[in-house]
């Protein structure tokens, strides 16, 4: 079975700084997808940015971007400028290729980021 | 479109009662996931549909059952509700095809079992 690890519970930055969030995962498969969701206090969950494993590049969204090292089964989630908005949980989650994409999502515990301004 | 709506948004239930949680998507998604999200901790897949009249069991099964009639309904039945089953309820859809099948989440249920 999968499995997908954040280490870091919290983490508070300063208001214009950059934070980066660590996600590890665990799998035996080759072909995968990687992403990165953020749920504000309302619940909503709102992807944030994706990554497909065959891919070397790294993904990138405005001011966020992704750290993939598939060798090392790490993919961090980088937060540039951060703003006040940003603040939220940030949940890490992988999801196999393959089987016409009916499986669901293995998320991480989340990492609480905290804005400070 | 609404997306993905899922009632009622609140609920408390009394040990041993029974409800159904209700999750409609108006972008005709063939594949429709239940989640639950107990607190400080990541979702947790329960029933999962790959279409009207197929279903299939997730990570943490016991204690619900889901049908799926319709391609837009995939109601979730809590039988015998237990304390165990305090969380928040997420339902979620995607395409059943294109390279990422992103899932879209719905706004969620609070459920309270006292």
């Known amino acids: 079975a999968q499995t997908v690890t954040q280490s870091q519970p919290e983490m508070s930055v300063q208001e214009a700084e950059t934070v980066t969030l660590s996600c590890t995962y665990d799998?035996?498969?080759?072909?995968?997808?990687l992403f990165w969701y953020k749920q504000p206090p309302s619940r909503q969950m709102i992807l944030v940015i994706r990554?497909?494993?065959?891919?070397?590049q790294n993904a990138t969204e405005n001011r966020f971007s992704v750290n993939f090292q598939k060798a090392a089964k790490s993919f961090s989630l980088k937060i540039s400028d951060s703003q006040l908005g940003d603040a939220a949980m940030y949940f890490c989650?992988?999801?196999?290729?393959?089987?016409?994409?009916?499986?669901?999502?293995?998320f991480g515990k989340g990492t609480h980021l905290i804005i400070q301004p | 479109n609404a997306g993905v709506t899922q009632t009622p948004k609140f609920r408390i239930l009394k040990i041993g009662q029974s409800m159904t949680l209700q999750c409609a998507q108006d972008?005709?998604?063939?594949?429709m996931y239940w989640y639950r999200q107990d607190p400080g901790m990541g979702l947790k897949l329960i029933y999962y549909?790959?279409?009207?009249?197929?279903?299939d069991k997730g990570e943490v099964p016991n204690g619900y059952n889901v049908s799926r009639s319709t391609t837009e309904d995939f109601p979730l039945r809590l039988e015998l509700a237990a304390p165990s089953q305090t969380s928040v309820y997420f339902c979620?859809?995607?395409?059943?095809?294109?390279?990422?099948?992103?899932?879209?989440f719905g706004p969620g249920t609070r459920l309270t079992v006292l």
């Open positions: 979620a859809s995607s395409y059943a095809s294109g390279t990422y099948n992103e899932q879209f």
């Open positions: 799998t035996s498969e080759s072909d995968y997808y």
């Open positions: 990554q497909e494993a065959y891919k070397q």
């Open positions: 989650a992988y999801k196999v290729a393959g089987r016409g994409g009916a499986d669901g999502l293995t």
């Open positions: 972008m005709n998604h063939n594949y």
């Open positions: 549909s790959v279409g009207a009249g197929i279903t």
